[in-house]
């Protein structure tokens, strides 16, 4: 495969090579089945339950509060539906935000058809949620709050200890879409009043298809899948145990790293956005920019058409994005973007770059240095744009 620069790791991450060595055994050695009574089925019992105390020790919580499910849209929609559900005779009504993930704003929308009430928060131009629109939406109703913990297109990182501390007040339960944080950011479920939390392996160097969802002791939720006895019955189905297991090095790996990664990332971050806001003219920042996930890059260049930039990028051996994946490929332009009070024609100019621990200044140079000459190139050829510069210069 020819050389590139992967800066899409918001899509998706490289899986470790200590994950895939961890996961190995798993298929063709120790591969009985965790249910069973003999020592060889054991051995898989004991590696699930380390991965499941890895990670429940990351969040500062219990490992019987760990439930693995096939990633982070499982683990919302199951949040959601399973909530919902298991408090509708104490209320219908959900709180949540316009700049969520689809993977709840379509469980929304599905809860919606099926008699619940949804109130979509607005943000303000950072994609900042505001901790009093969460408790003034709060009614007697109201039985679940879901907020995202660090946005996937912006970056930007949300008050989750705040709104943790007015859902706890008003004794409505509380979710949080940590897809893009956990692992990246610190969290702790406790000190932020998290009663529910999805993450994802593939978004932290750990394989696709395994995730988990945090459920905090004693609260009522559906099942997710019925069948076996897994998870403790509430989400049936022979455990993945390769995929178990190579979360949990992924998140050992990635918590023994954090600090340093988070150091090295957001140096690099801001050194990019520096010489792209001197550089480029017209380029406008999207996202917060200290309350920011440490390797989130998202720009907006008037004039220009996102798909346009990806494909030059791409012909430069260079992995970008315009946004998220899953509304890519669709032309109605992002609607983060939009909340963020962006208008639909300066929304399709936008370009996320996701940096990893692998991501070097001298990589970055380069796109920077790229990204310059296609914005001119694409701009050369808009009569936008001319028209523009020639009123700005009178
Ligand atoms: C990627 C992502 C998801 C979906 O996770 P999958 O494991 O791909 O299903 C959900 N929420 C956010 C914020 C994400 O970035």
């Not at 989400?235 to 600090?259: C, H, Q, S």
Request: charged share 25%; net charge negative.
């Amino acid at each position: 495969m020819k050389e590139f620069i992967y800066l899409d790791n918001a899509a998706t991450t490289k899986v470790r090579p200590e994950v895939v060595e961890a996961m190995l055994p798993f298929f063709t050695e120790v591969y009985g089945n965790a249910s069973a009574v003999y020592e060889f089925g054991q051995e898989c019992k004991r590696a699930i339950e380390h991965s499941r105390d890895t990670i429940a020790a990351s969040l500062n919580t219990a490992g019987a509060n760990i439930y693995f499910t096939a990633g982070g849209s499982e683990s919302d929609n199951w949040a959601l539906k399973g909530v919902a559900e298991a408090y509708k005779d104490k209320g219908k009504h959900i709180i949540t935000t316009k700049i969520e993930h689809h993977a709840i704003l379509h469980t929304c929308e599905y809860l919606e058809q099926h008699g619940y009430e949804v109130t979509y928060l607005d943000v303000d131009e950072n994609g900042l949620v505001s901790p009093e629109d969460v408790e003034a939406a709060i009614r007697p109703d109201t039985i679940l709050i879901s907020v995202m913990f660090a946005n996937n297109e912006i970056g930007t990182i949300e008050p989750i200890k705040e709104i943790g501390a007015i859902a706890k007040k008003h004794g409505v339960l509380f979710h949080t879409d940590a897809v893009q944080a956990y692992a990246q950011i610190p969290i702790d479920v406790e000190e932020m009043n998290i009663d529910l939390l999805s993450a994802s392996g593939h978004k932290l160097n750990g394989p696709k298809g395994i995730g988990f969802l945090y459920i905090r002791r004693g609260l009522k939720i559906r099942s997710f899948i019925h069948g076996g006895a897994q998870e403790r019955k509430r989400r049936a189905g022979t455990e993945n145990v390769p995929g178990i297991v190579g979360l949990g090095k992924a998140v050992e790996i990635a918590m023994a790293t954090m600090d340093e990664r988070i150091k090295q990332e957001s140096e690099l971050r801001d050194y990019f956005i520096q010489r792209i806001e001197k550089e480029i003219p017209y380029a406008k920042l999207n996202g917060h920019r200290e309350k920011r996930l440490p390797n989130n890059i998202n720009f907006c260049f008037r004039f220009i058409e996102g798909e346009s930039m990806l494909i030059m990028l791409d012909m430069a051996g260079i992995c970008g994005s315009s946004g998220s994946a899953c509304t890519s490929g669709s032309l109605d332009p992002s609607h983060v973007l939009l909340a963020i009070g962006l208008p639909h024609e300066i929304a399709h100019g936008s370009l996320r770059l996701t940096l990893s621990a692998e991501t070097t200044k001298e990589q970055l140079d380069f796109v920077a240095d790229k990204l310059k000459e296609i914005v001119d190139r694409l701009r050369s050829m808009s009569p936008l744009y001319e028209d523009f510069v020639k009123k700005n210069e009178k």
